[in-house]
């Protein structure tokens, strides 16, 4: 009896991480057909590439957002260094195409040495990492203000939104490309380097993971870092989308980010989740947003989505996994 009943309960954990894993692609795919049956749109191929090429910048940041959840931290700052990036690439390139590597690699490493400066306070110090990333998110804004003068600056080099927004085929822009191609090298990452274990690890069980020995602050101050380089190339994807800089171009990028990473598997409490899960949370957003659009319907409703997507996943993969908390 005893052993029966192990048994279940074995099959029934096994049952809900499947679910937990694999939910967010039957939600994708349900939506895309709902979409579908109420517009022919969602059927063109270059109109889907729009899709992706929308969700590039907020995908991009989510990657390394993604990071930093799994290890059972947040990263509330990604919007406000998307702002930056492109308020500094945009000033660096100054219009002129010789600037271009180096504006770039410039805007990297500043927001490389944030994300570095948030991995610091994370790691020496005992308050929770949403109020230091709080904190330093409205410090980034107030730079950025004082940066730019409040105003928009920068003119974008030539081919750099015209490489960006070139689409392969006709249909699929390498903005979105680059998405789904650095998407799919940090999911390797995860999966398959030391790096990434100890990521899980460390997210699963703090204490557990000291114990063993595992270099938490080493690992903890690497994701922040790379927090910080990703959300930099989301701030470029929005500059390379749109052409123009604004000290406030990332603002509510994180909650976006962070609606998808839920909605993609990734517990707030650690320990789980996957790249390739966020991307799917992405576009099960943007595909959303888009929908409303095309039906007509209020802007705001895009707001009541998020929320109501938040709520939502956080219920169902509760609900999936009662000694999970998200």
Known sequence: MIAVAAATLRHRQFAADWLARWAILFVLTLLYAVAVLLSDAFLEPVYVGNILRQAAPVGIAA?????????????????AII???????AVLMNGDPANLAFAMTATLA???AMGAVNGLLVVFNRSSSFILTLGTALAIYGLTQIFSGGTARGIVSPG???????????????????LLILAALVEVVLRTTRFGRQVYLIGSNLEAARISGLPVAAVTFACY??????????????????????????????????????????????????????????????????????????????????????????????????????
């Open 225 to 326: 870092v790379l927090s910080g380089i990703f959300a930099g190339m989301g701030g470029m994807a929005v500059l390379a989308r749109s052409g123009v800089s604004s000290t406030f171009t990332g603002r509510g990028y994180e909650f976006d980010a962070l609606a998808a990473i839920v909605l993609g598997g990734t517990a707030f409490a650690g320990g789980r989740g996957t790249v390739a899960g966020t991307v799917a949370g992405v576009l099960v957003l943007f595909i959303a947003f888009n929908l409303v659009n095309i039906l007509g319907l209020n802007y705001n409703l895009q707001l009541v989505l998020k929320g109501a997507i938040i709520v939502l996943a956080s219920a169902v993969y509760a609900r999936l996994d009662p000694d999970r908390r998200t």
């Open 160 to 178: 750099f939104r015209e490489f960006f927004n070139f689409r392969i085929g006709e249909v699929l822009p390498v903005l979105a490309l680059s």
């Open 63 to 79: 990657i390394g957002a993604t990071l930093v959840l799994i290890l059972g931290c947040i990263d509330l700052s990604i919007g």
């Open 110 to 112: 500043a927001c490389a």
């Open 83 to 89: 702002s930056f990036a492109a308020v500094f690439c």
